[in-house]
């Protein structure tokens, strides 16, 4: 392809199987995992104890941001944290990711929710590898619902209701959609539940989108600047969707909200309205 007269942003490469066969080697640099939480000790817990417990590489730090907890929480997240972001304020998932941003000290930032479990020891590894590269935007991983093989995330399409997780709800012990559950693929975006992207390819996220569609902008925002996202489906955890907040689809304020956010990243990125190259 003549990328000269292409009337769409720079994207990957057609052969996306390339990645296949690659041999992951450890990517210099630190990683600052950043996590949102607030009066959610218990499952903060677990995911940091998962973390310290199972991860093999030793570069990386912790922050935990947290927008308002109890007295007796906030001296328990201090504990569990390398780096602790305390300012009571209004829940914005945008803003208290940027807060823990602006004080990491790794080269790579991982965005990562607190109902998140780490499986494979090597994630770190194996997404700082991908997340290296210089065409590389946000690097994303497969998520499972708890304790099963029943994908809660391996990429975001974006069809023509809006962006949607890729095979969500099927068995990843199937071969599914012609291999888009092994090896590592590009997509439109990837959820910020686990997203890794280099410190210096970051410009924050947008404020302006307070609860949804944040990571969904953040990629579009990558992509239009000649950007890659991709899926590691060799990299797996646990998430225990939405446990903290509760689903935004069974309340009808909350849906309200999800429909005009979808509306406005729209009007920002007008390019993707009804439209993925990744996705046929």
Same mark, same amino acid.
């Given at each position: 392809?003549?990328?000269?007269?292409?009337?769409?942003?720079?994207?990957?490469?057609?052969?996306? =199987?390339?990645?296949? +066969?690659?041999? @992951?080697? *450890?990517?210099? %640099?630190?990683?600052? /995992?950043?996590?949102?939480?607030?009066?959610?000790?218990?499952?903060?817990?677990?995911?940091?104890?998962?973390?310290?417990?199972?991860?093999?590489?030793?570069?990386?730090?912790?922050?935990?941001?947290?927008?308002?907890?109890?007295?007796?929480?906030?001296?328990?997240?201090?504990?569990?944290?390398?780096?602790?972001?305390?300012?009571?304020?209004?829940?914005?998932?945008?803003?208290?990711?940027?807060?823990?941003?602006?004080?990491?000290?790794?080269?790579?930032?991982?965005?990562?929710?607190?109902?998140?479990?780490?499986?494979?020891?090597?994630?770190?590894?194996?997404?700082?590898?991908?997340?290296?590269?210089?065409?590389?935007?946000?690097?994303?991983?497969? =998520?499972?619902?708890? +304790?099963?093989? @029943?994908? *809660?995330?391996? %990429?975001?399409?974006? /069809?023509?209701?809006?962006?949607?997780?890729?095979?969500?709800?099927?068995?990843?012990?199937?071969?599914?959609?012609?291999?888009?559950?092994?090896?590592?693929?590009?997509?439109?975006?990837?959820?910020?539940?686990?997203?890794?992207?280099?410190?210096?390819?970051?410009?924050?996220?947008?404020?302006?989108?307070?609860?949804?569609?944040?990571?969904?902008?953040?990629?579009?925002?990558?992509?239009?600047?000649?950007?890659?996202?991709?899926?590691?489906?060799?990299?797996?955890?646990?998430?225990?969707?939405?446990?903290?907040?509760?689903?935004?689809?069974?309340?009808?304020?909350?849906?309200?909200?999800?429909?005009?956010?979808?509306?406005?990243?729209?009007?920002?990125?007008?390019?993707?309205?009804?439209?993925?190259?990744?996705?046929?």
């Amino acid at each position: 392809i003549n990328v000269a007269h292409c009337d769409r942003p720079l994207l990957v490469s057609d052969r996306p =199987l390339a990645f296949y +066969n690659e041999n @992951i080697t *450890q990517a210099v %640099g630190r990683v600052s /995992i950043i996590i949102p939480s607030k009066d959610n000790y218990e499952v903060l817990k677990i995911c940091v104890d998962s973390i310290r417990r199972k991860t093999l590489c030793a570069d990386y730090e912790i922050i935990v941001v947290d927008n308002g907890s109890t007295e007796p929480v906030r001296g328990k997240y201090a504990l569990l944290a390398d780096q602790y972001v305390f300012r009571e304020e209004s829940f914005n998932f945008s803003r208290m990711c940027n807060r823990g941003a602006e004080v990491a000290e790794g080269q790579f930032l991982l965005f990562l929710n607190d109902d998140t479990e780490v499986i494979d020891g090597k994630w770190l590894d194996k997404m700082k590898y991908y997340a290296a590269k210089p065409k590389s935007g946000a690097v994303g991983a497969k =998520l499972y619902y708890p +304790n099963s093989k @029943i994908i *809660q995330h391996c %990429g975001v399409i974006n /069809i023509q209701p809006g962006p949607a997780h890729a095979l969500l709800g099927e068995d990843d012990g199937n071969m599914l959609y012609h291999g888009r559950n092994r090896g590592v693929w590009n997509y439109t975006a990837v959820t910020a539940a686990c997203l890794m992207v280099e410190k210096s390819k970051f410009t924050g996220f947008d404020e302006s989108f307070a609860v949804a569609y944040n990571d969904v902008e953040l990629c579009m925002s990558l992509i239009e600047r000649g950007y890659r996202n991709m899926v590691i489906n060799e990299v797996a955890l646990y998430h225990y969707e939405s446990l903290s907040r509760g689903d935004d689809r069974l309340d009808k304020a909350k849906l309200k909200r999800l429909a005009l956010e979808k509306d406005r990243l729209f009007d920002k990125h007008p390019y993707f309205c009804g439209r993925d190259n990744y996705y046929n």
